[in-house]
């Protein structure tokens, strides 16, 4: 498998060259700009280093320029001086020049850019952390010492009408070059506060998303990692089921001749044995005979989990189903001296089931029983008549209950018991013969009929295992569902 190259994550924001947008809250600027321009009567303009407009404030000079901007001439020039002062250089170069202030005043770059039409404008550069994120324009303004309009108007924009030109003039801000400076200054120093805010706020944010998302891709990566792994388990999983099922196969052929060449030896069809060959036969046949039932056990679960197993629903009748599970283990109850008792309800008990699947969930639980409970006990099995069950949910169902006085099962086990393979005494030297998988198969057959297992036990005192049926179960859909690995009985709700 080739480990795909992890993206490369992208640049930080501590690397990143920041532009004013990202520092200033655009909105508080504004107000800001706003509050500066009405309490001064000056025009504000602020634009960031690529030339978008972040605030443009205008006070009192529509008229005038719109004036101006009507003679053709006018129209070039006015053009010619906004792109001069939005684009220019800020620096006292292409007709600006340092501002007429008091000496000492820290001008911070700031420069004046004249206007043909005798109007000024004032152009600062916004510096942070030795870059330039911006410009601030204040303007126009008319410079106090202006007197009547000037000559380069005068001279582009022939057939003015100067009484109304002068209306217009009058409307704008009158001030000393200095004075909108100082204001302009003011400006700047504030503008330098909100910045250096700004820049606190977007920083953390930026460097808690990043945070965020460098932790989200670890665990992109981790789930990742996890998913190709689960596969692999399920993969591996699935080979060890089909594993088990041809060896089982493969053995149960050779092991039927076993048992059936046995048969025919102890029955004497050869030929007479005598007392010990007998005796010796029949232990080949006894012992052939678990091996057996244990690959069978192998068969089935290894089917369980391949989801190879269909269930088929018929009527049945439950009681006949217990009689005949009841006959096949009462060899053994009886070599053990035990005590069988059943109860059966007086009325049939019929329902939907699979009746080979049934049986074997008695089987299972009835050998549990005998196996697991030493001699002199006692083994009961009773089965209930239909009637409503809390456990499915109000459904008319029967319970199969199986009891013993056997050697019990300890309380942190009792979940654990239903789980392939698991074994209460898993040493080496124990006293019982299975393989630890006749309770998977109980539980899988049970859900598969939506049915429902528990087991409740006291260790010393014996184990009482209950199955509750309902009488019609919903047809079965597709196969039955493979054990789950956390053992726990549940209703099963998925047909
Ligand atoms: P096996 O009986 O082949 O070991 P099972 O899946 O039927 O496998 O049972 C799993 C384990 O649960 C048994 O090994 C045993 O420890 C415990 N167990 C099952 N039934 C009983 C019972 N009636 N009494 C005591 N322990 C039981």
């Given at each position: 498998m080739s480990a795909e190259a992890p993206?490369?994550?992208?640049?930080?924001?501590?690397?990143?060259?920041?532009?004013?947008?990202?520092?200033?809250?655009?909105?508080?600027?504004?107000?800001?700009?706003?509050?500066?321009?009405?309490l001064?009567?000056?025009?504000?303009?602020?634009?960031?280093?690529?030339?978008?407009?972040?605030?443009?404030?205008?006070?009192?000079?529509?008229?005038?320029?719109?004036?101006?901007?009507?003679?053709?001439?006018?129209?070039?020039?006015?053009?010619?001086?906004?792109?001069?002062?939005?684009?220019?250089?800020?620096?006292?170069?292409?007709?600006?020049?340092?501002?007429?202030?008091?000496?000492?005043?820290p001008l911070r770059g700031m420069v004046t850019v004249p206007c043909f039409t005798g109007l000024r404008y004032l152009v600062l550069p916004i510096l942070w952390e030795g870059d330039t994120l911006g410009r601030v324009v204040f303007g126009p303004f008319t410079p106090e010492e202006m007197g009547d309009l000037p000559p380069s108007l005068t001279d582009l924009t022939p057939g003015i009408d100067i009484a109304l030109a002068q209306g217009h003039l009058a409307k704008i801000r009158r001030a000393p070059e200095q004075t909108v400076a100082k204001v302009m200054l003011h400006f700047a120093q504030l503008l330098e506060a909100l910045v250096a805010a700004g820049q606190k706020t977007y920083l953390t944010s930026q460097v808690h998303i990043e945070a965020t998302l460098e932790s989200n891709r670890d665990l992109e990566a981790q789930n990742r990692k996890l998913e190709a792994l689960n596969i692999r388990l399920k993969e591996m999983d699935r080979l060890k089921s089909s594993f088990l099922a041809t060896v089982s196969h493969e053995l149960r052929t050779p092991l039927t001749s076993i048992i059936g060449y046995s048969e025919m030896l102890s029955e004497g069809l050869v030929g007479p044995l005598n007392p010990e060959q007998t005796d010796y036969v029949r232990t080949i046949m006894d012992k052939g005979d678990t091996?057996?039932?244990?690959?069978?056990?192998?068969?089935?679960?290894?089917?369980?989990?391949?989801?190879?197993?269909?269930?088929?629903?018929?009527?049945?009748?439950?009681?006949?189903?217990?009689?005949?599970?009841?006959?096949?283990?009462?060899?053994?109850?009886?070599?053990?001296?035990?005590?069988?008792?059943?109860?059966?309800?007086?009325?049939?008990?019929?329902?939907?089931?699979?009746?080979?699947?049934?049986?074997?969930?008695?089987?299972?639980?009835?050998?549990?029983?005998?196996?697991?409970?030493?001699?002199?006990?006692?083994?009961?099995?009773?089965?209930?008549?239909?009637?409503?069950?809390?456990?499915?949910?109000?459904?008319?169902?029967?319970?199969?209950?199986?009891?013993?006085?056997?050697?019990?099962?300890?309380?942190?086990?009792?979940?654990?018991v239903f789980q392939s393979f698991y074994q209460v005494d898993?040493?080496?030297?124990?006293?019982?013969?299975?393989?630890?998988?006749?309770?998977?198969?109980?539980?899988s057959y049970v859900e598969g009929h939506s049915g429902v297992v528990r087991v409740t036990s006291e260790v010393g005192r014996g184990s009482r295992f209950e199955v509750v049926l309902p009488a019609k179960p919903p047809a079965p859909g597709s196969v039955i569902p493979p054990p789950a690995s956390d053992g726990g009985a549940q209703v099963q709700d998925r047909f």
């Open positions: 993206p490369r994550p992208p640049e930080s924001v501590l690397q990143r060259r920041l532009a004013l947008s990202d520092l200033l809250d655009l909105q508080t600027f504004g107000e800001l700009a706003k509050g500066f321009a009405e001064y009567k000056v025009g504000v303009k602020v634009f960031d280093e690529k030339g978008n407009r972040l605030a443009d404030i205008k006070v009192g000079n529509g008229d005038f320029c719109g004036y101006v901007f009507s003679f053709a001439e006018g129209r070039r020039c006015c053009t010619a001086t906004v792109a001069r002062v939005k684009e220019g250089p800020v620096g006292p170069v292409q007709n600006a020049r340092a501002p007429q202030v008091p000496p000492g005043l091996l057996l039932k244990l690959i069978s056990s192998i068969l089935d679960i290894s089917q369980i989990e391949a989801g190879k197993v269909r269930l088929t629903f018929d009527g049945v009748l439950v009681s006949d189903v217990v009689t005949s599970a009841l006959s096949s283990i009462k060899p053994q109850a009886q070599k053990k001296g035990l005590m069988v008792d059943t109860k059966l309800p007086p009325r049939a008990v019929e329902a939907r089931a699979d009746r080979e699947k049934l049986r074997q969930v008695v089987v299972n639980l009835l050998s549990n029983a005998v196996k697991f409970t030493p001699k002199g006990g006692w083994v009961q099995v009773v089965l209930t008549d239909l009637q409503p069950q809390l456990e499915l949910g109000g459904a008319s169902g029967y319970r199969i209950v199986v009891q013993d006085s056997g050697v019990g099962i300890p309380a942190d086990q009792q979940d654990k898993n040493s080496s030297t124990r006293e019982f013969g299975g393989a630890g998988l006749g309770l998977a198969i109980v539980k």
